[in-house]
């Protein structure tokens, strides 16, 4: 009786705790059209090169059109002995039609499964890329049109209160981030378009295969150099883990703002309630669990990076069965950006931004220190003796206390009443004077953001060409 692939070797059946552990069907089977599309490719080279006969390949690709449906539908017969999704598909495939029988001549698993994963992870950027993209896109447009409302909130450094910035300046600071999240992701792609088919088991083989017509059909843009290499590079994998994983560390970042923001310490924005939870106990919460779980999940993204990495590292050429662990990873980064990606855009899109609470910190004639320094170097003052003046100033006006309303109406009294200061620089302690000051390129203030959301709105463009014309 046909058992596993392998059997023929061997005397004695496997044992189940073998099995428990060896057997990769329960998360490959999500690679069966993959491996059905890489199957169909390779039986039509064996026809082209004289190995199958016309009839057989149209039989087979018969039968492979099956099983794909009875996978697809649910209606597939998973048997025990199936170990893995190969396994699986050539014996329905061979219960279907006996010229299946020869569906893996010149082939092994290894070169089929780097086939496979490649296939997969290529269609899974295509997949997760344009939801990136999305966020980013979420983002300028909520950077228009808080531009657009001249909304400014205080910029930290340290969390401590620093310059005012546009809100767009720092909603736009997290697109140009996921833009590069983006660009990573198709960097990522291209090393993986490049088919391992026709290596073989290790050493390619002593039948006339044609990889370059494989890789021709399959759509991958260049064919393996080296069997070696072909059977045992998961680069691409990491490639990909990382940029999903820089992806997620930037969706964490983005959280945590939102975190903050959301309480009431901050209150600078609240939360639309389709993307808020409740507690169970305190019927006032109003929980940021979205943006929580932005943060929290590039924990399990980077453990999945760390992790596969630490499954290469010492693996001596070529195939060997650790490789089989780069799946899960894999799979779960690609589903844990998938999900976060997609619910960070809705509590982007619907959240509310609190112009007020905002403009108090922006507009807090503390946070314009910098600008008196500036006015004092613009009147011929060296910048560090302007510090000096300024930092004096500031300390008078705090004595022992903290920045408050009572401090700021000192500092402005301070600075009116100043030999080196005076009135025309009390004007740069106005509301929004310190944001408007901001013009160089690149800098928080409007006339600049104008200028840079713009260039935003074009690289998204191109971004999402990129992305979507894969
Ligand atoms: N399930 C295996 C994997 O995921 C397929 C390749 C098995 N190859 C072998 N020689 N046992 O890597």
């Not at 970042?253 to 409740?278: C, K, M, N, P």
């Not at 402005?412 to 000051?437: F, I, M, T």
């Not at 409007?446 to 979507?468: E, G, M, S, T």
Request: net charge negative; aromatic share 4%.
């Amino acid at each position: 009786m046909s058992r596993t692939l392998w059997h023929g070797r061997f005397a004695a059946e496997p044992s189940a705790a073998l099995a428990a552990l060896n057997d990769s069907l329960p998360f490959d089977q999500r690679m069966f059209a993959e491996d059905i599309a890489a199957s169909r490719a390779h039986v039509a080279m064996l026809a082209d090169v004289g190995l199958l006969t016309d009839a057989e390949r149209d039989d087979i690709g018969t039968a492979l059109d099956q099983v794909h449906s009875e996978i697809a539908e649910g209606r597939m017969d998973w048997r025990q002995t199936d170990e893995d999704i190969h396994t699986a598909v050539e014996r329905r495939a061979t219960e279907l039609c006996l010229s299946a029988a020869k569906m893996h001549t010149g082939r092994s698993r290894n070169d089929q499964v780097a086939t496979d994963l490649r296939l997969w992870t290529r269609n899974a950027i295509d997949v997760v890329a344009p939801l990136v993209v999305d966020v980013a896109q979420t983002l300028a447009d909520r950077a228009r049109e808080a531009h657009d409302a001249g909304l400014r909130l205080p910029g930290y450094t340290h969390l401590q209160q620093a310059q005012p910035v546009g809100l767009a300046h720092h909603l736009a600071a997290h697109a140009w981030a996921l833009l590069r999240d983006a660009e990573r992701l198709g960097e990522a792609r291209r090393r993986t378009d490049v088919s391992p088919l026709g290596a073989g088991a290790l050493a390619g083989s002593s039948l006339p295969l044609d990889p370059a017509a494989t890789a021709a059909s399959l759509g991958f843009a260049s064919v393996f150099e080296n069997s070696l290499d072909a059977v045992s590079d998961r680069d691409f994998v990491v490639d990909t883990l990382y940029a999903l994983t820089m992806t997620g560390v930037h969706l964490s970042r983005l959280g945590e703002e939102i975190v903050l923001w959301s309480s009431a310490e901050f209150g600078f924005v609240t939360l639309d309630d389709a993307f808020a939870t409740g507690s169970s106990m305190m019927p006032q919460k109003k929980n940021p669990d979205v943006a929580e779980l932005a943060r929290g999940k590039a924990g399990r993204l980077i453990g999945h990076l760390a992790g596969f990495l630490a499954t290469l590292k010492g693996l001596p050429l070529a195939y060997n069965k650790d490789l089989q662990e780069d799946k899960e990873p894999l799979f779960d980064a690609v589903d844990t950006v998938r999900l976060t990606a997609l619910a960070l855009s809705g509590l982007l899109r619907t959240l509310s931004f609190r112009a007020d609470a905002m403009a108090s910190g922006a507009d807090d004639p503390f946070a314009a220190a910098t600008d008196l320094a500036e006015w004092l170097v613009a009147a011929g003052m060296p910048f560090r003796q302007a510090h000096a003046v300024v930092a004096d100033v500031v300390r008078q006006a705090l004595g022992d206390g903290a920045p408050s309303a009572s401090a700021a109406q000192r500092l402005v009294e301070l600075v009116s009443a100043h030999r080196d200061l005076g009135p025309a620089a009390v004007e740069r302690l106005a509301p929004g004077a310190a944001h408007r000051s901001r013009v160089t390129h690149g800098a928080g203030g409007p006339a600049a953001v104008a200028v840079q959301l713009d260039r935003l709105a074009a690289a998204l463009a191109q971004a999402a060409a990129a992305a979507d014309g894969r």
